[in-house]
């Protein structure tokens, strides 16, 4: 191993042979699954099951391997349905009626139902068996009258004796299609099943990609962190053996086999920044059934038209978010945390609270306006950092001001909440007033000083501790290198940097400031597809999604613009489709 990569890995207690534990517990060991299958399998099997998921990449992929696996289990008339964003998150009213519209007779939640109570009363009232399957915390005073209407609940936080719950002293770090994942384990072994390979790895390849979008941990507790593992493996079956559904998906996002090896150039960032973009698109901008259609597809002309109209959402959901990002910069101030009203639709809060999230290292609310029972409310998406817990805050405002909160859910670092017109300003003022109660302080994170020949094998032995995700991220370091090309993007707003190493550097939305540095004054333009592009557009839009290509003077005559980076290392590909290293650039210099 390279000295620099066994220095970093002793500063930060990180034991490579833990990273890359081969860790997969029994479906058994899943806090309620022996009940949940027990009941289960007593279902008639000519009985309506509708599953009730929801409509992020979670709830989606969540969604398709509970209908998948139940339809291999012999149940003849199996659904789903996933609430639109305005009916609310998880199993409302409105979610009942469209089950009871589909002829439902059986319903499964999957990422949602550990705090509907109201739903689930409505539910039951109307004849439903209900199951509950979910990963979110539990708003303690409604847990035991779930426990008892539901035929079963299954929560990876939870242990269940009876009627009382407690903690779980197992990893509970699952998403909610892990869990499916592990629950149609048991459905096919108590049910005597025998499925073919490719079934089981569809499916573990959409538990990972759950993983990844759900940001669920990577690097909590290593000596039993399963989620590497799984990820790991989704990776590889993407990489070499993807279904068709999921291939679909990946060619028309762009995403390139190498050349040499015809293998998917798919990591855990290709799922993050591509993969589970596009499947949460669906539910942003439309109708989450149409990323559900396509991974429930039964043909490859279907997926690939279902994978099309995702890309098409996808491709509007970035122009929204660019346009509403801008607009929320304008009303962030000197304050603990930001709660920003915008008149915008409900799918792009997350995404905008998240980049505000990200930049600020602040709590941040951003809402959308909405009506409910005739009355004008909020909905927000509330994204915080790792110091700050913010499910503790909103469970503070439930108990001590149970008004300022119509309803609310979510994760340490990510919620969802309504709030009533009236009670906005009070519930502003409540939460910034909560943060430094229940905030912790940040490790202080030096970065690790490379220089450029250090940093390919420094990168090169990262890969021995892939996957990077939260709660395990890339390593931040300091490289100064010497820069021989320029390739801009301007409908991203991203800049790739190549080195005289040939190493690839990218300032993802620094396209400005990068325009504005004066870097490219001497460098000769050598590519510029502006008039391709006039072919098939207008000039408006052929320049603002235009690429350019730039290079570097000749040595000879002008010596090389050194750059001095602090960004995350990471092995990943180039341009050609080789693995090679890549730094993601958080500030830079010029020496």
């Not at 620099?4 to 034991?15: G, R, S, T």
């Not at 993050?272 to 259609?293: K, M, Q, V, W």
């Not at 304008?330 to 980049?355: H, K, N, R, W």
């Not at 002008?558 to 489709?577: C, R, S, T, V, Y």
């Amino acid at each position: 191993m390279n000295e620099a990569f066994v220095k970093y890995c002793i500063l930060n207690h990180i034991n490579p042979n833990e990273a890359n534990e081969d860790i997969h517990t029994h479906w058994t060991e899943l806090n309620g699954s022996k009940k949940f299958i027990q009941k289960l399998n007593q279902v008639d099997r000519s009985l309506p099951i509708c599953v009730c998921g929801d409509y992020d990449a979670d709830g989606i992929t969540a969604t398709a391997i509970f209908c998948l696996i139940l339809k291999k289990a012999g149940f003849q008339d199996v659904d789903y349905v996933i609430p639109e964003r305005s009916d609310g998150y998880g199993l409302k009213e409105t979610t009942v009626k469209k089950a009871l519209e589909k002829g439902a007779k059986v319903l499964i939640t999957c990422d949602n139902g550990i705090a509907a109570l109201a739903g689930l009363q409505s539910a039951v009232n109307q004849g439903l068996k209900v199951f509950i399957t979910d990963h979110h915390l539990a708003q303690n005073e409604s847990i035991e009258q779930i426990l008892e209407l539901a035929e079963a609940v299954v929560n990876p936080h939870y242990h269940f004796d009876g009627k009382k719950f407690m903690k779980s002293d197992g990893f509970s770090e699952l998403s909610g299609a892990q869990t499916a994942y592990k629950l149609a384990q048991g459905i096919s072994e108590e049910f005597s099943l025998k499925l073919e390979e490719s079934f089981w790895a569809y499916l573990k390849t959409l538990a990972a990609i759950s993983v990844i979008s759900d940001m669920m941990s990577l690097g909590a507790d290593l000596k039993h962190n399963e989620n590497r593992a799984l990820v790991r493996e989704g990776i590889k079956l993407l990489q070499e053996n993807p279904d068709f559904r999921l291939a679909a998906l990946m060619d028309v996002l762009g995403i390139h086999q190498s050349e040499s090896t015809g293998f998917y150039q798919v990591d855990e960032s290709t799922i993050g920044f591509y993969l589970a973009p596009a499947l949460n698109a669906s539910g942003r901008i439309a109708s989450a059934s149409i990323a559900e259609d396509l991974l429930l597809s039964d043909t490859s002309e279907k997926a690939k038209n279902l994978a099309g109209i995702l890309k098409y959402l996808n491709d509007i959901r970035k122009e929204m978010k660019q346009f509403y990002c801008e607009q929320a910069k304008e009303s962030l101030s000197d304050s603990t945390a930001y709660c920003i009203q915008m008149d915008m639709p409900e799918g792009m809060t997350g995404i905008i609270a998240g980049v505000l999230c990200e930049e600020t290292r602040k709590p941040c609310c951003i809402f959308a306006p909405s009506i409910f029972d005739g009355k004008k409310i909020w909905k927000a998406s509330c994204r915080s950092p790792k110091t700050v817990d913010l499910f503790a805050i909103l469970n503070e405002i439930h108990t001590q001001h149970p008004e300022l909160l119509s309803s609310w859910g979510g994760h340490a670092q990510a919620a969802g909440i309504s709030v009533e017109e009236e009670h906005f300003e009070k519930f502003n003022e409540v939460f910034c007033s909560l943060v430094s109660s229940f905030s912790f302080p940040d490790e202080e994170i030096h970065p690790f000083s490379l220089q450029g020949h250090e940093f390919k094998e420094f990168c090169k032995d990262l890969s021995t501790i892939k996957p990077f995700g939260h709660e395990f991220a890339a390593p931040q370091v300091q490289l100064r290198a010497s820069i021989q090309k320029a390739d801009l993007f301007y409908k991203s707003g991203h800049v790739k940097l190549t080195t005289s190493d040939r190493i690839e550097i990218w300032l993802y939305y620094q396209l400005e400031d990068f325009l504005q540095s004066g870097f490219l004054d001497d460098f000769k333009k050598i590519k510029d597809n502006t008039k391709t592009r006039l072919e098939t557009m207008d000039y408006e839009e052929a320049i603002s999604g235009r690429c350019e290509a730039w290079i570097a003077p000749n040595p000879m005559n002008h010596p090389l613009k050194i750059m001095e980076f602090i960004g995350q290392a990471d092995w990943g590909w180039n341009m050609f489709g080789n693995p090679a290293p890549v730094l993601n650039v958080k500030n830079y210099q010029y020496i």
